[in-house]
């Protein structure tokens, strides 16, 4: 806005109203364009027949006669099904146990008082400072003395409490009234029921958010499931993507990797596209930026 403000210094306001949104909207387009172009070549690559050689393959313009091939023989070679159910076992339990977690965490920072409460939150915060890498060693280390290496536990368990879920959860509740917890005691109910009946209603727009953020970042985590996971029968999608594409046959066939890569990431780009008005609300209410 600063650089459109700073061309149109000179024009008159009316003009100048007129003009930024267009080249907002201008730019938008072309910045989803570039974002949509690996996109498009990956759809291409993995319809393109292996007749067409390697130089076709950099391409964007599809093949005249297009096949699922490619498709078939990556389904062959690399044992997808096996590694979409460990991903989505890994990506449910995890959140699972996080609502859970995030929630006790988010109402104790919001509603409760106790000593040292802030520093507390404060200190519970700077996980979000710290570069996950930095975290694999102890983890890795953790992991090994639970006797939970090599396995969809040992993947999961690192996450099992979330800062950043934490801190979105202690600031929905803090914006639901207080009221309706003291009408809620009043009738006698529990601590536990008045979290269940109120808070998490209440706040279904910001556990929507929240989901959203972390399936999607441990369906793709990749460096910790390689770390943890050495069967092959456990290997989440990234992993066996990984392997995958280090066969004789991935590296020899574009339109083969193309293929797998493209059932990696078509689970979460339908559930988008399905659900992406829920998604985008879900945002919006929850505040998140």
Partial sequence: ????????????????NEITPKLGFLLTVVLALAWLIPFLWMGVATLRPSSDGINLMAELMPSLKPTLDNVRDAWEIGDFPRYVLNTTIICTGILLVQFVTITLAGFAFARLDFA???????????????????L????????????????????????????FGTFLMRQAFEAIPTELEDAALIDGASLIQRIRHIYVPLSLPSFSAFAIISVTSHWNDFLWPLMVINSPDKRPLTVGLSVFTKTAEGTQAWGTIAAGTLMVIAPLLITFLIFQKRFISSFVTSGIK
Avoid: E
């Avoid at 409460?117 to 519970?124: H, M, S, W």
């Fill in 116 to 134: 040292g409460k802030t520093p507390i939150f404060y200190l519970f915060l700077m996980q979000l400072m710290l570069v996950p890498v930095l």
């Fill in 136 to 163: 694999i060693v102890p983890n890795l280390s953790l992991v090994v003395q639970l006797g939970l290496y090599d396995t969809l536990a040992g993947v999961m368990m690192p996450f099992f409490a979330s800062a």
């Fill in 1 to 16: 806005m600063k650089l459109i403000d700073a061309l149109y210094k000179d024009a008159p306001l009316a003009t100048r």
